[in-house]
């Protein structure tokens, strides 16, 4: 099967601390849906707009990808979060 961009985008920005849609550094922080539903602002109210500004911003641990990551790869590598959040990764 074709590999995405999103999961290229993310294995090569994201996968260092979040392999398997886990967190190693702080554990209960994953990118699963009951996480996400706990722990990110505004991700029941919209869901790819919540990812999209941590990405872009960061937060504590979690570098800013804004002028590392292009607008498009954003969108991509959070759009492919999400769809992995729903299906359970
Ligand atoms: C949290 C996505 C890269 C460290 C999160 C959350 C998302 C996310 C959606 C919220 C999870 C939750 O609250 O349950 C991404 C994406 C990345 C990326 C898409 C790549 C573009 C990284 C990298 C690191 C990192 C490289 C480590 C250097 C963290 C930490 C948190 C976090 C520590 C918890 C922040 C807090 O609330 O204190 N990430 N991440 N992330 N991420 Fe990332």
Aim: one cysteine or more; glycine letters at 8%.
């Amino acid at each position: 099967a074709e590999i995405s961009n999103g999961a290229k985008i993310f294995e090569a920005n994201c996968a260092s601390c979040h392999i398997g849609g886990g967190n190693i550094l702080i554990s209960q922080k994953t990118l699963k849906k009951e996480a996400l539903l706990k722990y990110l602002e505004n991700y029941d109210r919209d869901s790819i707009e919540a990812i999209i500004h941590q990405v872009q911003n960061g937060k504590n641990a979690m570098p800013a990808f804004k002028g590392k990551l292009s607008s498009e790869e954003i969108l991509e590598v959070a759009a492919y979060v999400f769809q992995n959040a729903e299906q359970g990764w």
